[in-house]
C-alpha cells in the first residue's frame, strides 16, 4: 500500500496502543537510548513481531545509519510495515517466531541489538525459550536484546494496582477517541489491500489461542540460559517492563 495510507494506519495504531500501554513512549526512548549509548548509532537491528512498524520506524529515525530487518507473521501488519518502512534502510520479512528455525530466515548477518514490544507475551513459556534461544545466536558479542511488555511480577496487592491503573488507562484513552483493538482492524480492512488478505491472516491464527503472560524472573532467566552475559531490567512502570540483556 502506499506510505501515506500506511502511515495513517500508524498514527491510529500508535493511537490504539497508547490506550493500552501507559508512557508507551517512555518505554520506546529508554530502549533507543540504551542502543545509542552502548552501541551508538551505525547498527544494525532486528525487530522481533514488528506490528506495522512502530518500533522500527521510530530505530530509524532516533538512530542515524541504523538499518532494520522487521519481521512478523501477521500478513497484514507486514503490508502496512512495507508502506511505512524505506526499502532502502529496512528489509520486512514473514516470519513465524513459533517455527524453530525462524532465525534462519533473517540472513546469515549479526545484528547489533534485537528488540520487540508487546508482542513476546503470545508466546507459551517453550516458545519464548526457543526465541531467545536463537536470538542470542544472531546477535554480536556485546550485542544487545531489549524487550518491552507487561510481565507480572509484582505481589498481589500492587499486581491489583497495576491492573486498575490499565483500566484507567484504557477508559481515559477509548473516551478521548482512540480505537480498540478490534476496532483498528476493521478499519484496516476498508484497504482493499488489506481486505484481500483477512481471510490468509484469520486461517494463521485460526489455532492459536493467547498463552499465559510468562512472568519476569522466567524471562530474566530464559535469557541467562541463552547465553547473554548481562540480563536486568532498565525501565519499569508498575508491571510494564523494559528487559535489557548484553551478549
Same mark, same amino acid.
Given at each position: 500500500?502506499?506510505?501515506?495510507?500506511?502511515?495513517?494506519?500508524?498514527?491510529?495504531?500508535?493511537?490504539?496502543?497508547?490506550?493500552?500501554?501507559?508512557?508507551?513512549?517512555?518505554?520506546?526512548?529508554?530502549?533507543?537510548?540504551?542502543?545509542?549509548?552502548?552501541?551508538?548509532?551505525?547498527?544494525?537491528?532486528?525487530?522481533?513481531?514488528?506490528?506495522?512498524?512502530? &518500533? @522500527?520506524?521510530?530505530? =530509524?529515525?532516533?538512530?542515524?545509519? *541504523?538499518?532494520?530487518?522487521? %519481521?512478523?507473521?501477521?500478513?497484514? $501488519? !507486514?503490508?502496512?510495515?512495507?508502506?511505512?518502512?524505506?526499502?532502502?534502510?529496512?528489509?520486512?520479512?514473514?516470519?513465524?517466531?513459533?517455527?524453530?528455525?525462524?532465525?534462519?530466515?533473517?540472513?546469515?548477518?549479526?545484528?547489533?541489538?534485537?528488540?520487540?514490544?508487546?508482542?513476546?507475551?503470545? &508466546? @507459551?513459556?517453550?516458545? =519464548?525459550?526457543?526465541?531467545?534461544? *536463537?536470538?542470542?545466536?544472531? %546477535?554480536?558479542?556485546?550485542?544487545? $536484546? !531489549?524487550?518491552?511488555?507487561?510481565?507480572?511480577?509484582?505481589?498481589?496487592?500492587?499486581?491489583?494496582?497495576?491492573?486498575?491503573?490499565?483500566?484507567?488507562?484504557?477508559?481515559?484513552?477509548?473516551?478521548?477517541?482512540?480505537?480498540?483493538?478490534?476496532?483498528?482492524?476493521?478499519?484496516?480492512?476498508?484497504?482493499?489491500?488489506?481486505?484481500?488478505?483477512?481471510?490468509?491472516?484469520?486461517?494463521?491464527?485460526?489455532?492459536?489461542?493467547?498463552?499465559?503472560?510468562?512472568?519476569?524472573?522466567?524471562?530474566?532467566?530464559?535469557?541467562?540460559?541463552?547465553?547473554?552475559?548481562?540480563?536486568?531490567?532498565?525501565?519499569?512502570?508498575?508491571?510494564?517492563?523494559?528487559?535489557?540483556?548484553?551478549?
Amino acid at each position: 500500500m502506499n506510505t501515506d495510507e500506511a502511515r495513517e494506519l500508524l498514527r491510529q495504531w500508535d493511537v490504539q496502543q497508547e490506550a493500552y500501554v501507559a508512557h508507551r513512549e517512555q518505554r520506546f526512548t529508554v530502549m533507543l537510548e540504551t542502543i545509542r549509548l552502548h552501541l551508538g548509532t551505525d547498527v544494525r537491528v532486528l525487530d522481533l513481531a514488528c506490528g506495522p512498524g512502530a &518500533l @522500527s520506524d521510530r530505530v =530509524l529515525t532516533a538512530l542515524p545509519g *541504523s538499518t532494520v530487518v522487521a %519481521v512478523d507473521y501477521d500478513p497484514m $501488519l !507486514l503490508e502496512i510495515a512495507r508502506g511505512v518502512l524505506p526499502s532502502n534502510r529496512a528489509r520486512v520479512l514473514d516470519v513465524d517466531l513459533v517455527a524453530a528455525d525462524w532465525g534462519t530466515h533473517v540472513g546469515d548477518e549479526p545484528f547489533d541489538a534485537i528488540v520487540s514490544s508487546t508482542a513476546l507475551h503470545w &508466546l @507459551s513459556q517453550q516458545q =519464548l525459550l526457543g526465541v531467545y534461544t *536463537s536470538a542470542a545466536r544472531l %546477535v554480536k558479542p556485546g550485542g544487545l $536484546l !531489549l524487550n518491552a511488555d507487561h510481565l507480572p511480577f509484582l505481589p498481589p496487592a500492587f499486581q491489583a494496582v497495576a491492573e486498575r491503573h490499565d483500566a484507567e488507562t484504557q477508559e481515559s484513552g477509548f473516551a478521548s477517541g482512540a480505537l480498540d483493538y478490534r476496532a483498528w482492524h476493521e478499519l484496516a480492512y476498508q484497504h482493499p489491500e488489506l481486505a484481500d488478505l483477512r481471510e490468509r491472516r484469520e486461517k494463521r491464527f485460526a489455532d492459536r489461542l493467547p498463552n499465559p503472560k510468562s512472568p519476569l524472573d522466567l524471562h530474566l532467566a530464559a535469557l541467562r540460559g541463552a547465553g547473554f552475559a548481562e540480563v536486568s531490567t532498565v525501565w519499569q512502570y508498575l508491571d510494564d517492563v523494559v528487559v535489557a540483556a548484553r551478549r
